[in-house]
């Protein structure tokens, strides 16, 4: 599978780390280099600097054969303007976009874009210890050997 990754913080190196290590192709734009330190040293994808709304940048990453595109910077509107972009210009079928405000994760994922918004999940989570229910195991989702089958040995 081909993957495309727009911002290096902790959830984007995480993901690019577990699914390098799954085998796939992997490429990772972000804006500050600094910020690909993040990446863990197997991680075995290509790093691109520059912005994701760049078209240029974007094809140099592989937009263009992408299964997935996931925009995970911390900025909302940067996130759904390239997401809007991979789904309209390109084609991409997967795409997932970091939403923090929780209004606009519910218009564009009625748009066809995946949305994960951290706040709603926390909250639903919380609601539900408050409720006596089983939140869900989020130890085991923070895993990265639990969900795609890597060894601490690797």
């Known amino acids: 599978m081909n993957v495309v990754i727009l911002g290096c913080g902790r959830t984007g190196s995480a993901l690019a780390y577990m699914l390098s290590a799954a085998n796939h192709k992997v490429s990772i734009i972000e804006w500050k280099p600094g910020s690909l330190r993040r990446l863990d040293p197997r991680f075995h994808g290509q790093t691109i600097i520059g912005s994701g709304l760049d078209q240029d940048i974007l094809e140099r990453a592989g937009i263009k054969d992408a299964d997935l595109f996931a925009a995970l910077t911390e900025g909302d509107n940067r996130n759904l303007m390239a997401a809007q972009i991979a789904k309209h210009k390109y084609g991409v ?20 874009i995946y949305t994960i918004c951290y706040g709603v999940i926390g909250a639903s989570m919380i609601k539900s210890v408050l409720s006596g229910e089983d939140p869900g195991n989020v130890q085991e989702l923070n895993l990265l050997t639990s969900i795609f089958n890597i060894s601490e040995d690797e």
Request: charged share 45%; net charge positive; glycine share 0%.
């Open 93 to 112: 079928k997967n795409i997932v976009a970091k939403v923090n405000d929780p209004f606009r994760a519910e218009r564009y994922r009625s748009e066809d």
